[in-house]
């Protein structure tokens, strides 16, 4: 299944606006226009890439895509591959041979197209899962002949790449939504809850009288979501309620809103009127978490699955 992305002018000059006000990397909108060019959907045909240097690899297994990027040496992607596959649920691996079968794909892909072996990455977990959960995710790289470098937790991971000194980063994938506050640059607080892409979906299932897959080609089918709008924004004022109660007593200036869901036009404009907090889509939103957890990987660090 093949997905639309994306970023509007809108987005880019509030993008502008929120790094011009200080507190956002400043090389944001290029690193993830330059995603957007060179992270394909698994199998589509992309051009191979000859680079000698450091690599920089995150793998998101996530509820619905799967992700595996390479960043070069200046964080910046080269090459990556994504897949809609259901083999994490709320953030636990629940098919562990098929997330492995779905990693040693993607990476193979992506190997062929940089030339080289991919060695070691990163990985992450959403806030609060249980240790045995973590290790598993880790265990999965392993699986798949990956040496695990790192785990992050994904909101923390969001703002490897986005450097926000204040605000909330809200990464709304498919599963749950991962929340992490900053303050001074810093994650101080960190929540997540099963509310996600999927709940879209299945609305939208329940409005047509339409099977799941069907429901999610037409949830993310541009031309649809005009229309589908007033049967999802339920689904939208939900998610910004959970952020409003996560955030109350931070008092934050901004939203930083990730994550695939995040694509659905109108999102931002809905998390803004039910939190009253300014709300921002910096950049193509499915690629910021798997960029910001292949930040973290450095090659030679080995991560503790205990
Ligand atoms: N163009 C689009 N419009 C609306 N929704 C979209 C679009 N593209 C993708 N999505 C939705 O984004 C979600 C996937 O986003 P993402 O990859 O961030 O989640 P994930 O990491 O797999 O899940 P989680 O983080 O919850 O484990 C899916 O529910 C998908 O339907
Ligand atoms: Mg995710």
Redesign the pocket.
């Known amino acids: 299944m093949m997905?639309?992305s994306g970023v509007d002018e809108k987005r880019r000059s509030a993008l502008k606006l929120a790094t011009e006000s200080g507190g956002m990397n400043p090389r944001l909108q290029e690193v993830l226009d330059e995603a957007d060019k060179v992270i394909v959907y698994a199998g589509t045909p992309a051009p191979s890439v000859s680079y000698k240097g450091e690599l920089h690899v995150g793998v998101?297994l996530?509820?619905?895509?799967t992700v595996l990027v390479v960043l070069d040496e200046n964080m910046t992607p080269l090459a990556g591959a994504y897949q809609f596959a259901q083999v994490?649920r709320e953030?636990v691996v629940f098919d562990y041979m098929g997330a492995i079968s779905i990693v040693r794909k993607l990476k193979q892909q992506v190997e062929e197209r940089i030339g080289r072996k991919i060695e070691s990455a990163a990985t992450a977990y959403p806030p609060g899962v249980p240790l045995a959960e973590v290790r598993a995710t880790g265990n999965v790289l392993q699986g798949a002949g990956i040496e695990c470098s790192r785990l992050v937790d994904?909101a923390t991971a969001a703002n490897t790449i986005l450097q926000i000194d204040s605000g909330v980063v809200v990464?709304v994938?498919?599963?749950?939504t991962k929340l992490a506050v900053i303050e001074g640059g810093k994650v101080v607080y960190t929540a997540d809850e099963p509310t996600?892409?999927?709940q879209?979906?299945l609305v939208v299932a329940g409005a047509m009288h339409i099977p799941f897959m069907d429901a999610?080609a037409l949830?993310?089918n541009p031309a649809e979501q005009a229309r589908l709008f007033p049967a999802v924004k339920a689904v939208m004022e939900k998610v910004a309620t959970i952020v409003s109660r996560h955030v109350e007593a931070y008092h934050p200036k901004r939203i930083y809103l990730c994550?695939?869901?995040a694509?659905?036009p109108g999102m931002d404009r809905v998390i803004e009127e039910v939190t009253g907090i300014e709300t921002i889509i910096p950049g193509e939103p499915?690629f910021v978490?798997p960029i910001g957890i292949a930040m973290n990987n450095i090659a030679g660090e080995v991560a503790q699955l205990w």
């Open positions: 997905i639309q998101d996530g509820t619905a895509y994490v953030g994904e990464d994938g498919g599963g749950t996600g892409g999927t879209f979906t999610e949830k993310t994550g695939g869901s694509r659905f499915l978490t």
